[in-house]
């Protein structure tokens, strides 16, 4: 049973700090990349941040670069978000989804998703 679950969401004031782990079980991460989508209310799905399996290459949407940093962890078969300097507009439910290899913004490669976990940042 393949399955990725996402934890890590929350209520945060601005500025403050969360990190989101996505954890994968019935295969290994090794030869997959994670990307994390965000979906806010009305808007569509985008993606945040990706990790590839090749050399461990990463991917930032432009407006949070120098805020979120993806890593990976192997070992737990996770790979993480952590999210610093939160802004309003980061408000969203927040996805990871998996797909062989290489990193992509395209939802329809990706061959499975997390149920997500929500992220509230407000004062």
């Known amino acids: 049973q393949v399955q990725l679950v996402e934890s890590g969401g929350g209520l945060v004031q601005p500025g403050g700090s969360l990190r989101l782990s996505c954890a994968a079980s019935g295969f290994t991460l090794d030869y997959y990349a994670i990307t994390w989508f965000r979906q806010a209310p009305g808007k569509e799905r985008e993606g945040v941040s990706c990790i590839s399996s090749s050399d461990g290459s990463t991917y930032y949407k432009d407006s949070v670069k120098g805020r979120f940093t993806i890593s990976r962890d192997n070992a737990k078969n996770t790979v993480y978000l952590q999210m610093n300097s939160l802004k309003p507009e980061d408000t969203a439910v927040y996805y990871c989804?998996?797909?062989?290899?290489?990193?992509?913004?395209?939802?329809?490669?990706?061959?499975?998703w997390g149920q997500g976990t929500r992220v509230t940042v407000s004062s």
């Open positions: 989804a998996t797909k062989v290899y290489y990193c992509s913004d395209l939802r329809y490669e990706y061959d499975y």
